[in-house]
C-alpha cells in the first residue's frame, strides 16, 4: 500500500512540475507537454574516490538539453539530440544541510561548455530548478564524491506531436487502477462485436446469401454514395465515396485482368504463412489467417508494376517513391482466412515510424488495397470504428483507398479495419503502404481540417484539362470540412472563425450563394491554386500553370517574397564593405575557397568571428574605428530583422504576431578569378553560377520532391539577402540574385536569365523570402571584382534559433575589449 501511494505521490508531482513550468515560463494560457519524466539517483561507488588524486577536480561534462556544441555553433539543435524539448524541471529529493552522509553531487549551471564560470544551487527538500533547455542554460553536477543523491526530472517540449510521454502519467495511472486493462478490453470487445456482426450478416441483411454484387449494390444505396468518373491510362475507373469522414474510397475497374494475374502469377511462389510486427519483432498470429508474399520491383525492371505504381500516384495523388513493394495476400475457406481488425499505422495510440524497406521513409501516411478475383462468400473489408460500419465487398480489379494519418500525423482511429473469414472459395489481394518521405505535403495542406480528403470531383477534370496522361503526377487536391454547413452554423459573422473558412472555403463568406468549390471551377489551375499546389508541388505548376503562382514576380504575397529598398543608406554600406577588406578566402567555409563554384573565390564570416579578429589585430591598426563599423552591421541586421517580421506579420494576420529570431548571419563575399588564371587551369568557356538553385530548408530528391528534413536546415522558416553595392560602383559584374521559374525547360541552364526573375543588387537594397520550395533561388556568376552581401537566415520557431544571441555575444567581445 505504501508504494502504491509513493508511486501515486510520484505522478502527482511531475504534473505539479510541468504545471509550475508552465506558469513560470509560458503563461497559464499555454500547454507544455511531457517529452521524458524520470526519476534519477547517483551513489558513490566504494573505493572510485579514493582512486582519484587528492582534491578531485568536477565532474565538468556541461551539456544543454536539447542541443550540442557543433563547429561555429553554440548551440546546434539537431539530430542525435532531442532538439524538440523547450523546457526542464528538475527537484531535488535530498537537502545538504541534513544529509550528513553525502558530498557530491551538485546542480550547477555553467556559463560556457568549458565550465569557466558555475553558479551553484544549493540541493534542498522540494527545491526545483526551472529553466529553458537551450544553451543559455548549460548545466551539470559534480561528481557524487559520498552518499547517495536523487533528482525527479521532467523534461517538456510546446510541440505536443514531439512528446513521447505525452500521456505517460495517465497511462500509468490507469495501470494501477487497473482501468487501462479495462478500458482496452471493452474497446476490443466493442470492435470485435461489430466485426463479428458485419461479417455473419447481423447487422447487414443477408450479407452471406447474396453475392458480392449485390451486397455492394445494397450497400451503395444504403450509404447514399457519391460517384466520380476519373479516365487513366485509357480506361474509365468509378470512384464510390463509402464514407467522407474518415473518407474511405471504393474505386472499380482499376486493374486489368492481366495485371491481376501477373501480380498473383509472380508471388504465388513465394506464398508464406502471414506475421504481423508485435514488439518490433515478427511473429504469426492466431487473429490472422492468410498466406503472404512480396511482389518486388526493384529499379522498376517490372512494367506491369511500374505502371500499376504510376496509375496509383496519378490517382491518389501521391509520391510512391517511399512505398512499399506490392504485398500478395491469399485467404482460404479452408482455414477461414480472415484478419481481424488493426491499424495499418500501427497499435493503440504509437504510430510506427520507421520500417525496415527503406530508411527514412516515415509512418504510413495511406493504404490501398485491390481486390485480384472475386470471392463466392465473405472477405468483406470492414471498418469498425466508424458510425455506420463499412463493408467492401471483395470484386476483381476493385480498390480501396484511405488516409491512415491524420494531419497533426497521429494515426486516425477510425480507420480500424478487418478482414472477413472466407466462407467460400479463396480471395487474392494486393496491398500499397504509402508512406510519409515524399508526401509531407499530405500534412501541411490539410492542416486546418480535422482529416484529409481527396476532390475525386476536381481529378477527373483536372487530368483531362492538364492532359496529365504520361506526365509528371499532381498532388492532391482538398475538400474542407462542409463550407455550406459551416457558414449555416454562422462562422461567417464570427471573426476568428471566420479567418479559418475562409482559408479553406476563400470567397464563400462574400457570396454564399455562388461559391464554388475547387475542382467545381472551370479553371483547373485556379483550383490547384486554391488548394495549395503552388506550395506542395511549385515545379510541377510553373509547367503546368505558367504565372498563376506568381513565380514571375519579384515580390509576391502568394510565395512570401518581398524586395525591401533603403534597409542601409550609402554610409552604412561603406562602413560595413570596410569590415570585408579583411576577410580571407576560404574563411567561413572551413579553409575551402571555392565552396560553390572552382571560377570563384569564397570569404564570409559571422559577426562574433568579426570581433575576434580585430582583438587580434596588431595596435597600430584602428581597432576603434572597425569596432564602430561592426556594430553599424549589428544595427543594420536589426532593421533587417524588424523589416522581414514585420512584412511576415503584414501577409499573415491570421497568426499574429509572428516572431523571428536569427539561425545563422553571416558577411559572404565572391572574388571572380581572373580570365588569365582559369586558362591556366584549363577552365574556360561559359561561367557556372556563383551559387546553383537552392531552397534554404530542403532538398530536392530525385524524384523533385523538396525534403524538409536532415541534412539540411529544416527549421529555418524565412531568409533575406542585404546588398551593399552595385554593379554600377563598378566594383564587380554579374552576381544577381535569381529566383527560379522552376520550369523543367529551363532551370537547369547554366547561366541564363532565361526562366529566372533577376534582382540587381544594390547599396541597401534586400530580398526577403519564405525559406521552402516555393522560393528556390541562386546567384548568377561573378565575373569581375569583388561582390560582398549580409546574408541573414531566420526561424519562427524560437527555441531552434542557433545564433540568437549572435549580435548579444558579438557586443559583449566588443565592450570586454574596450572597442
Not at 582534491?55 to 539530440?81: E, H, M, S, T, V
Not at 577552365?683 to 524538409?708: I, K, T, Y
Request: net charge negative; with cysteine; charged share 25%.
Amino acid at each position: 500500500a505504501w508504494v502504491d501511494a509513493a508511486v501515486r505521490l510520484y505522478f502527482d508531482i511531475a504534473k505539479r512540475m510541468r504545471k509550475a513550468a508552465e506558469d513560470a515560463f509560458r503563461g497559464s494560457h499555454h500547454k507544455l507537454f511531457d517529452d521524458y519524466v524520470h526519476l534519477s539517483c547517483r551513489e558513490a561507488e566504494d573505493g572510485a574516490i579514493e582512486a582519484l588524486e587528492e582534491d578531485p577536480p568536477l565532474d565538468r561534462y556541461i551539456y544543454a538539453d536539447n542541443c550540442f556544441k557543433f563547429g561555429d555553433f553554440d548551440c546546434a539543435r539537431r539530430k542525435p539530440f532531442f532538439w524538440w524539448r523547450t523546457y526542464t524541471a528538475a527537484l531535488f529529493l535530498h537537502s545538504s544541510e541534513t544529509s550528513r552522509d553525502v558530498k557530491g553531487g551538485d546542480f550547477y549551471y555553467s556559463a560556457d561548455w568549458a565550465g569557466s564560470s558555475l553558479t551553484r544551487v544549493e540541493p534542498r527538500f522540494g527545491r526545483l530548478a526551472l529553466y529553458n533547455a537551450g544553451s543559455s542554460n548549460l548545466h551539470g553536477i559534480d561528481l557524487q564524491r559520498q552518499g547517495r543523491t536523487c533528482m525527479l526530472n521532467v523534461f517538456m517540449t510546446d510541440d505536443e506531436r514531439k512528446a513521447a510521454h505525452r500521456t505517460g502519467i495517465e497511462q500509468a495511472e490507469k495501470i494501477l487502477s487497473g482501468k487501462l486493462v479495462e478500458e482496452n478490453l471493452e474497446k476490443r470487445t466493442a470492435y470485435m462485436k461489430t466485426f463479428y456482426d458485419v461479417c455473419t450478416a447481423k447487422t447487414i441483411s443477408g450479407l452471406q446469401n447474396r453475392s458480392s454484387a449485390e451486397v455492394e449494390a445494397a450497400d451503395q444505396e444504403a450509404s447514399q454514395l457519391v460517384h466520380h468518373t476519373v479516365r487513366l491510362d485509357g480506361q474509365e475507373l468509378t470512384i464510390h465515396e463509402a464514407k467522407q469522414n474518415p473518407q474511405i474510397s471504393v474505386i472499380e475497374n482499376f486493374m486489368s485482368v492481366e495485371e491481376m494475374r501477373h501480380i498473383i502469377s509472380r508471388g504465388t511462389p513465394k506464398l508464406k504463412r502471414s506475421t504481423v510486427i508485435e514488439d518490433g519483432e515478427l511473429v504469426t498470429a492466431k487473429y490472422r489467417s492468410s498466406a503472404t508474399a512480396w511482389v518486388y520491383n526493384d529499379n522498376d525492371v517490372d512494367p506491369v508494376l511500374t505502371r500499376i505504381d504510376r496509375r496509383i500516384s496519378l490517382l491518389t495523388g501521391l509520391d510512391m517513391s517511399s512505398a512499399e513493394d506490392f504485398q500478395l495476400a491469399f485467404y482460404t475457406a479452408g482455414d477461414l482466412g480472415r484478419y481481424e481488425p488493426h491499424m495499418d499505422w500501427g497499435v493503440e495510440g504509437e504510430v510506427v515510424r520507421e520500417f525496415n524497406h527503406i530508411k527514412g521513409a516515415g509512418p504510413r501516411v495511406a493504404t490501398f488495397l485491390m481486390y485480384l478475383d472475386n470471392v463466392t462468400d465473405g472477405g468483406h473489408t470492414v471498418f469498425t470504428d466508424i458510425k455506420d460500419p463499412v463493408a467492401v465487398a471483395p470484386k476483381a480489379g476493385t480498390a480501396v483507398f484511405w488516409y491512415n494519418l491524420l494531419s497533426d500525423k497521429s494515426g486516425d482511429p477510425l480507420v480500424r479495419h478487418g478482414s472477413c473469414p472466407v466462407v467460400q472459395g479463396h480471395k487474392y489481394i494486393a496491398t500499397k503502404w504509402i508512406h510519409e518521405r515524399g508526401n509531407e505535403h499530405l500534412f501541411s495542406i490539410s492542416e486546418r481540417l480535422q482529416r484529409s480528403q481527396r476532390n475525386w470531383a476536381a481529378v477527373g477534370g483536372a487530368t483531362a484539362a492538364a492532359g496529365l496522361e504520361g506526365h509528371r503526377p499532381f498532388l492532391p487536391t482538398w475538400l474542407p470540412e462542409d463550407c455550406y454547413d459551416r457558414v449555416g452554423a454562422g462562422h461567417c459573422s464570427q471573426p476568428e472563425l471566420e479567418k479559418v473558412l475562409s482559408k479553406s472555403c476563400p470567397g464563400i463568406c462574400d457570396d454564399p450563394d455562388n461559391y464554388k468549390e475547387p475542382g467545381q471551377q472551370n479553371d483547373p489551375c485556379a483550383a490547384w491554386r486554391q488548394s495549395g499546389h503552388c506550395f506542395s508541388d511549385p515545379r510541377g505548376m510553373a509547367n503546368r500553370c505558367p504565372g498563376i503562382c506568381e513565380e514571375h514576380l519579384a515580390s509576391s504575397t502568394l510565395r512570401g517574397r518581398i524586395v525591401h529598398e533603403g534597409v542601409a543608406d550609402e554610409a552604412q554600406c561603406r562602413a560595413i564593405l570596410n569590415i570585408c577588406t579583411f576577410l580571407e578566402a576560404g574563411q567561413g567555409y572551413s579553409g575551402n575557397a571555392q565552396p560553390f563554384s572552382k571560377y570563384e573565390r569564397f570569404a564570409g564570416a559571422t559577426p562574433s568571428k568579426v570581433a575576434l579578429q580585430l582583438v587580434k589585430l596588431p595596435p597600430e591598426s584602428d581597432r576603434k574605428a572597425l569596432a564602430a563599423d561592426l556594430r553599424t552591421l549589428l544595427s543594420v541586421a536589426r532593421e533587417a530583422q524588424r523589416r522581414t517580421q514585420n512584412w511576415i506579420r503584414e501577409i499573415n494576420p491570421e497568426k499574429g504576431e509572428v516572431m523571428i529570431e536569427f539561425d545563422y548571419l553571416q558577411l559572404v563575399c565572391r572574388d571572380a578569378v581572373a580570365d588569365e588564371e582559369l586558362h591556366q587551369e584549363g577552365l574556360e568557356g561559359v561561367r557556372p553560377d556563383s551559387h546553383q538553385a537552392h531552397a534554404d530548408n530542403c532538398w530536392f530528391d530525385q524524384s523533385g520532391v523538396c525534403r524538409r528534413e536532415d541534412p539540411f536546415y529544416h527549421w529555418r522558416s524565412h531568409s533575406a539577402v542585404l546588398f551593399l553595392q552595385s554593379p554600377s560602383d563598378e566594383s564587380f559584374q554579374g552576381g544577381s540574385f535569381y529566383y527560379s521559374l522552376m520550369k523543367d525547360d529551363s532551370s537547369s541552364k547554366i547561366a541564363e536569365q532565361n526562366g529566372r526573375v533577376l534582382v540587381t543588387p544594390s547599396c541597401g537594397r534586400m530580398v526577403s523570402f519564405a525559406a521552402g520550395p516555393e522560393n528556390v533561388h541562386g546567384v548568377t556568376p561573378v565575373t569581375a571584382g569583388r561582390r560582398c552581401a549580409l546574408g541573414m537566415w531566420f526561424t519562427d520557431q524560437l527555441q531552434k534559433a542557433m545564433a540568437a544571441d549572435e549580435i548579444g555575444k558579438t557586443e559583449r567581445l566588443l565592450r570586454e575589449q574596450g572597442l
